[in-house]
């Protein structure tokens, strides 16, 4: 048969109002109920593995990340926007900017 993986879960079910409904007398509180699933060890590994390597294909070519790090990078790049304009303006400026030729002294 081979070796299988057992996930008991809790769930809030219902409302706590309706202490006679049929799900109560499982485990004597209102509003819970439990499910037990059973998986086969190798097909969670299976799944588990393919999962981890999609996660390292998002990590590494950054597609996937966090808020936090979306708001760093985005301020990274507008620092590097405002760099490069204030670069080009000062370079306008001295363009603009013409030394006084000798005849004019």
Known sequence: DGEFLVVVEM??????????SSMVECL?????TV???RFNKAAVEKEFKRRMSIATVLE????????KMA?????????KERAKTR???ASKAC???????PRDS
């Open 11 to 20: 769930l809030g079910v219902g409302a706590w109002a309706n202490p006679k």
């Open 28 to 32: 004597r509180t209102p509003g819970r």
């Open 35 to 37: 499910q037990i699933h």
């Open 60 to 67: 590494t070519t950054g597609m996937l990340i966090s808020p």
């Open 71 to 79: 708001s760093q990078l985005e301020r990274k790049k507008r620092s």
């Open 87 to 89: 670069k080009a303006a």
């Open 95 to 101: 363009l603009l900017y013409t030394s006084p030729s």
